[in-house]
């Protein structure tokens, strides 16, 4: 099956017009996800992605970038089972997505997705129950360096600090995958510093964090590997550091240049 | 994972509907013992310097009735929204996003919507026993012998009830409640199929299906009826006129239970459906 996929995206990377450079795992046992040929229409004319296909191997760091409506939301929502693609899959851990896969995926919506009447503590349980890889040590000890109070409602709190709340709970969990959709809008540079300290400073080794986000300056540095989205295509996935020394240029420069208005 | 599924939707949703109730508990017995006290005083002959405690007393049974009303109505409403909050707006994000299969989530809701609504019918029927009982009792014109003789007289009636049937009626009526809340469940997740205006293709929905599903059951029992007077002309003829009228409404209401029953199965399956291979959060 790998075989073939294979295959289909490599065709798919040859074709005339098509600029990628993939760079797909050769052992089949280092990737996490696989994306095969993803098309999403909203209504009957907005095409939100068209034939996607992409890999994204284990323990990285990986910026999925492209402007607003580009569709990585609708990407990361597929990806999340939130959304029904209109063709293609995508295989998270070999599986369609499904109680199997989201008990190993940690996602961190754009939205805040919190009941706003909970309390912290009451939230924790609440992950604690549901996520065999809930670490209720590593969310007590992140909320207690922001002194937030197990006993505090969310309603009662900034947009800032459930944004955090939020973020705590979900790099709290042991997961295979972290799929943050602009986990940096909307804060302050201060907030921004702090998660991005908290996604760093979170996961394992062998898990790997795809980040989405249009604001690349703040995480460039952090990023192992990048995908580009443009209307709903890929237009390029390579590790960061051999974007870099193909271009000459930074990633959020060569960003700039691809999507250029 | 079913069990705390379903223990995080009662935590999530106890606070609303049991305001009403202690509201509704409330005004039961504020009405209860100020119409016990008219009526004692109506009967012990009324005085001018009372007329402010009767404007009170109507002001109280008046709004006891309507807390009836509000109650029933208000949970059910409550229901409906607190389902679209967790499952469709923002909040979804988190319930799809659990561990746990589409029925799981979907039968945790079932059963905590179906657990309210028979607390909200159990505590009308106790609201109106303690309204009933305050006014007998306030009034002081009910000897503790004739209490005695009327808990007497109930337990008497109940002693002689068919338990089958009773039983038979109790279900009946638990599947109208799993209806009533498969058709919130049902409309609900219609309305996600359209890509803009969902709340309102909801409600819309919620109306069609009702509308279909009623036209669908009468249309069913009208047809079993016709047969039903047919295979009996003969019986009709003769003078047994009450047990057949009573095993013709069995007949109407049995055949009302199973369509009921269709209309469940339809509904659940088409909102498993839409929830699992159709799931457009926006």
């Known amino acids: ?261 | 994972m079913l069990g705390k599924l379903i223990r995080h939707e009662w935590r999530s949703m106890w606070r609303i509907p049991t305001l009403l109730i202690a509201g509704l508990f409330a005004a039961a017995v504020l009405s209860g013992v100020t119409s016990g006290s008219s009526v004692f005083r109506y009967v012990s002959g009324g005085t001018a310097e009372n007329e402010i405690l009767q404007i009170l007393n109507a002001i109280l049974v008046v709004t006891f009735f309507l807390m009836l009303a509000a109650c029933s109505m208000g949970i059910f409403l409550y229901l409906s929204v607190h389902f679209y909050r967790k499952m469709y707006s923002d909040e979804g994000y988190l319930t799809h996003t659990l561990p746990v299969t589409v029925h799981q989530i979907l039968i945790s809701k079932i059963i905590v919507m179906v657990c309210w609504i028979l607390l909200n019918a159990l505590a009308v029927l106790a609201s109106g026993v303690v309204f009933g009982g305050l006014v007998i009792w306030g009034s002081g014109q009910v000897s503790p012998e004739e209490l005695a003789q009327i808990a007497e007289t109930i337990g008497e009636v109940l002693s002689h009830i068919d338990w089958t049937e009773m039983a038979t009626l109790l279900l009946s009526a638990l599947l109208g409640i799993l209806y009533s809340v498969l058709m919130i469940v049902g409309a609900m997740s219609l309305g996600q199929l359209a890509s803009r205006h969902r709340i309102l293709l909801s409600v819309v929905a919620y109306f069609g299906i009702s509308t279909l599903f009623s036209s669908i059951a009468n249309a069913v029992q009208m047809h079993w009826l016709g047969d039903w007077i047919l295979s009996n002309v003969g019986i009709l003829s003769g003078v047994t006129g009450p047990l057949l009228a009573f095993n013709m409404m069995l007949g109407i209401a049995g055949t009302g239970s199973l369509m009921m029953l269709l209309g469940c199965v339809v509904l659940y399956m088409g909102s498993v459906y839409i929830n699992s291979r159709r799931l457009n959060l926006e």
Request: charged share 25%; net charge negative; aromatic share 8%.
């Open chain 1, 1 to 261: 099956m790998y075989e073939e996929v294979n295959d289909q995206i490599n065709e798919y990377a040859n074709e005339p017009g098509q600029n990628q450079v993939y760079e797909y795992p050769n052992e089949p046992e280092r990737e996490l996800v696989r994306v095969n040929d993803l098309t999403k229409v909203y209504g009957k004319r907005t095409v939100a992605l068209e034939g996607v296909n992409l890999t994204i191997p284990r323990g990285r760091i990986v910026g999925l970038l492209g402007p607003n409506g580009s569709g990585k939301t609708t990407l990361i929502k597929i990806m999340n089972g939130l959304l029904s693609p209109t063709r293609g899959n995508v295989w998270i851990n070999g599986s369609l997505p499904g109680p199997a896969t989201k008990a190993t995926v940690s996602y961190l919506p754009e939205r805040n997705a919190l009941d706003l009447s909970m309390r912290v503590e009451e939230l924790l349980d609440f992950f604690g129950d549901f996520y065999a890889d809930f670490s209720r040590e590593r969310a007590g000890e992140m909320l207690r360096s922001l002194n937030i109070s197990p006993k505090d409602r969310l309603k009662s709190m900034s947009k800032g600090t459930r944004e955090k709340v939020q973020l705590i709970l979900v790099m709290s969990r042991e997961a295979d995958l972290y799929i943050l959709d602009e986990p940096i809008a909307g804060v302050d540079p201060a907030a921004r510093d702090y998660i991005i300290r908290t996604i760093i400073g979170n996961y394992n080794s062998n898990a790997t964090v795809l980040l989405s986000t249009h604001l690349i300056t703040d995480i460039e540095n952090v990023l192992d590997e990048v995908i580009f989205l443009k209307e709903g295509h890929v237009v390029l996935q390579s590790s960061a550091d051999a974007l870099r020394e193909q271009q000459g240029k930074s990633v959020d420069a060569y960003f700039r240049e691809v999507f250029a208005c």
